[in-house]
């Protein structure tokens, strides 16, 4: 989808917004190597599902507020179908964000109350 929409901007009459389909784009495309290759099992130094959520969070804010800007301001076919995509693309990131935040939460077990001789 990202693909889609840089060539709608790309085709558009203004290409200014390229840059944020670029950039998730490529992060969507790091994220997927890592996950692929375990690569998340072996870098431990980084929490790799709070970032995948970061990025799901900021790319679905960034891509709803960029779409509704072109729609709202453009009038050349393209700038209209990057920004429907665009909006597409958002609700996809919110959804992505949203399937990623219950694998973060983690169940809290009670810790036991008795004492270790039983009495």
């Known amino acids: ?3 889609i929409i840089l060539i709608c901007y790309g085709a558009s009459y203004t290409p200014g917004y ?3 389909a670029i950039c998730e784009m490529v992060l969507s495309i790091i994220f997927f190597i890592v ?6 099992k072996q870098l431990t130094f980084v929490h790799w599902g709070w970032s995948d959520f970061i990025r799901a969070v900021i790319g679905a804010l960034l891509f709803l507020i960029t779409s509704l800007i072109v729609l709202i301001g453009h009038r050349d076919g393209p700038g209209i179908a990057a920004g429907v995509f665009g909006l597409l693309a958002g609700i996809l990131f919110a959804y992505d964000a949203y399937i990623t935040l219950p694998t973060l939460r983690k169940s809290h077990t ?3 109350t008795e004492s270790p001789e039983g009495v």
């Open 110 to 112: 009670a810790a036991p």
């Open 35 to 40: 996950y692929t290759l375990g690569l998340n």
């Open 1 to 3: 989808l990202c693909i």
């Open 18 to 20: 390229t840059g944020l």
